[in-house]
């Protein structure tokens, strides 16, 4: 899949990165200024990767080329611009000092000073517009899948914005700490023992994750832009053009009502919107429309209250006296125990072991 090949790619060059600053400390770049220019930029492409990746994994159309080439711009303009300084003017003594761009010239400018403070804006950016784009993914789950397990990208949430703090941190460390508070090895070493923890970390959730869309038919996805919590202030705003009427929205959930009572499709762990508008054979943005317009509720909501009256049914039967808890909950369309706890005691107000002590028989 596209997103692990970014994937892959951001790990490489951070890879690069690391090699580039471990060659900062035997001050190999300091007379190689074009190659250290080069290096010193790869910081440029972080938060383009994070951003693609996400992208990639949100969106069930691949990436397009023109579109990989744009976020990497800023790495081209930034090599660029610092061989320009350098070749117009030379007298300038441009070199590499703790694995950033150094000009000593007390009478330069203080633009050209901070040109290297745009890889931090450039981090803090994309960083801050990942956190954006990965609230409203997580809003839209709620209304188009049953389930969470393995696409609520929290692990991705947790590692924007603890990409955000890390290269901040960095960032700051080495262009703010007066250069005799600590050895420009201790520095460098610092960061790359963080970075390397983190691109650990970012390994082990990336390979992890599955690709979220590849059971739901391409053609009938909804874009990502239009998973937006709605609250019955914001429905009645956003489908004010919507050609469903009150008629139809309330045959469609009578149907939807029915089938999920008469096929108990809600035992199917994986079921989507997609799929149960597909069963009803009605468009996917009313039957979506029509659960928030006249139940108030989402489509996760929807189906997993079917799946938390199955399990009190269960739990309240005899012959399912000798079951754990958790093998019910899978019996009734549950993915995981994490799951199941956290949406019963939404339901009803208890967990499912407090609800069991209460049961009589």
């Not at 700051?172 to 970390?201: C, D, E, N, R, Y």
Request: aromatic share 16%.
């Amino acid at each position: 899949k596209q997103p692990d090949y970014i994937l892959l790619s951001w790990l490489l060059i951070i890879g690069l990165h690391l090699a580039y600053y471990e060659l900062a400390l035997q001050q190999f770049w300091r007379h190689r200024w074009i190659p250290g220019v080069i290096g010193h930029a790869l910081a440029l492409c972080y938060g383009p990767l994070l951003y693609l990746y996400t992208f990639s994994l949100i969106h069930p159309q691949k990436v397009k080329a023109i579109t990989l080439l744009l976020h990497f711009l800023p790495y081209v303009f930034y090599v660029v611009l610092w061989m320009g300084l350098k070749a117009w003017f030379p007298a300038w003594n441009l070199h590499i000092v703790s694995g950033l761009m150094a000009i000593p010239n007390a009478h330069t400018p203080i633009f050209i000073r901070s040109i290297t403070y745009l890889i931090a804006i450039s981090a803090a950016s994309y960083a801050l517009y990942n956190l954006k784009i990965l609230r409203v993914y997580q809003q839209g789950i709620s209304q188009t899948f049953s389930y969470y397990e393995k696409i609520n990208l929290n692990w991705l949430r947790y590692c924007a914005l603890s990409f955000f703090l890390i290269f901040i941190c960095i960032f700051l460390i080495l262009t703010l700490l007066p250069s005799g508070t600590f050895a420009p090895s201790v520095k460098i070493s610092g960061v790359s023992v963080v970075m390397l923890l983190w691109v650990f970390a970012l390994g082990y959730f990336g390979f992890k994750q599955t690709h979220i869309f590849s059971s739901i038919p391409m053609a009938k996805l909804m874009n990502v832009s239009d998973f937006k919590e709605k609250t019955p202030a914001t429905t009645t705003i956003r489908y004010q053009k919507s050609s469903l009427k009150a008629e139809t929205s309330q045959q469609y959930i009578q149907a939807a009502q029915q089938l999920m009572q008469e096929k108990r499709l809600y035992l199917n762990e994986e079921l989507t919107l997609h799929q149960l508008a597909a069963q009803l054979d009605v468009p996917t943005y009313h039957l979506s429309q029509a659960l928030n317009e006249e139940l108030q509720k989402n489509f996760f909501d929807f189906v997993n209250e079917y799946r938390v009256e199955e399990v009190k049914q269960k739990v309240a039967d005899p012959t399912f006296q000798k079951y754990t808890l958790l093998a019910i909950a899978l019996e009734s369309g549950f993915r995981s125990k994490a799951s199941f706890n956290r949406v019963f005691k939404r339901f009803t107000g208890m967990t499912p072991s407090e609800y069991k002590k209460n049961v009589r028989f």
